[in-house]
């Protein structure tokens, strides 16, 4: 095992890395922008060297300054976390190349399964499905309607440079596709200065879960099930459990399995996440791969809960060439876990609200953990994400993880920035949330429905 | 005095996607905001021609900030 480690991240998943390091007995070193100065991460790790400032540009998502740190501080080795440098090959070819030790994944897996259509090729050679769609943009409308025929519709018409959820629109027949090509393509050129369009099969009322794999130091690679992280607003996930409800039981093997086969076809070592969309209600369900996260995931103590591991600890066993810490093999889920992302945005329209935490008391007690990024008197700043903490509570059942979230949010509490603590607790209350039948589609259609007192 | 369109958040100005005297429909982008790592579309609510754009690409906005008038 290696002696440091430099987190190069900030806030809670600098944090949560710090935590295990220090239980292994590695020297930590943090980094940080002069906006997080104050930050329990900093005062948390054994050494802080100060980046720059708060953009990311010149601070956390410069790789030299990064690399710079790593030096000055003599670390060992280096953890990305999860955004930032995390899933970029170039730095972890660089942290390579200086000698050290990159807590992930090879630089060219990071490369090949970053690039949406080589990691769908490599992935429907491992005999993993695919949505249908153009895996390289079209040409013009009438290619548009020639492909869409093919594939089927409703179809999704994506611009190929698009991201953050921007950029995309359904057609439901030939002359929405019309409209939606012209729109959808406008849009890409005038904001991406791009205007090609890719298409795909569109599920109505899919699920999202994604399988945790590890690629052990020798070469064996296991998965430790799946999460479900349909709760979801502007496409981006607001709770993840595990495992999945409304899942068919031979369904989660089947992905458990491609899983595994996508992880050993790419030579995966370290954690990954492997996302793919379920459609069909239980009983007559199929699946098809989104794309794969080379790094850790927010949403990974829901599956260190249910299966009992640490999963930064195997992380950095793999890194080291280390084996890992128990025959991870005869692992058995244990329970139900679920995860709550606290941001700091309003709970209605989910608008963000940075802002000083004036008051911050959380939640405690048996199946219960809070991964925070802030304490009382710090400052939530524009400058990066809204995640403030994570709650997550594990129980025997399902229906237990729920009573037992209930009450941990009914402690939970935040004054100062805006926060979407409230917005848990109405959707503990939809139906469709509690009896865990719930799509991707649940958070708008909760938001399209008036709400009581509204 | 046409329908007058304001920020609804302390954001940065990410796009501009419009020009004045431009003739815009209900549910087109406008402007793009970003505050927090999201990038929050700002549409037009009606039909007409934009006849004030008082923001450019890099700008803050405060909550209450003009953003646009569409007549």
Redesign the interface.
Known sequence: MMESLLVANRGEIARRIIRTARRLGLRTIAVYSDADADLPFVREADEAVELGPAAPAESYRNAEKVLAAARRTGAEAVHPGYGFLSENAGFARAVQEAGLVWVGPAPDVIELMGDKINARNAVAAAGVPVAPGTPEPVAGEAAALEAAAAIGYPLMVKAAAGG?G?GMAVAHDEDDLRKQYAAVSG?AE??FGDPAILLERYYAGARHVEVQILGLADGAVIALGERNCSVQR?NQKLVEESPSPCLDPDLREQMLTAAVQVGKAVGYRNAGTVECLVYGEPGAQGFVFLEMNTRLQVEHPVTEAVWGVDLVEEQLRVAAGEPPSMDLTTLRPRGHAIEFRVN??DPV?F????GTINAWNEPSGDGIRVDSAYGQGNRVT?????LMAKLVVHAGTREDALARARDALATFTIAGPKQNLPFFTELLDEPEFADGSYSTALVARMRATPRKGS | MGQQITSDLAANVWKVLVSTGDSVAAGDTLVILESMKMEIPVEAETSGVVTALPVSEGDVLDEGDLIAEIS
């Open positions: 953050g921007m849009f005038r904001l502007r700091a945005e329209r608008l963000p609200g940075p524009p400058a990066y994400d809204s």
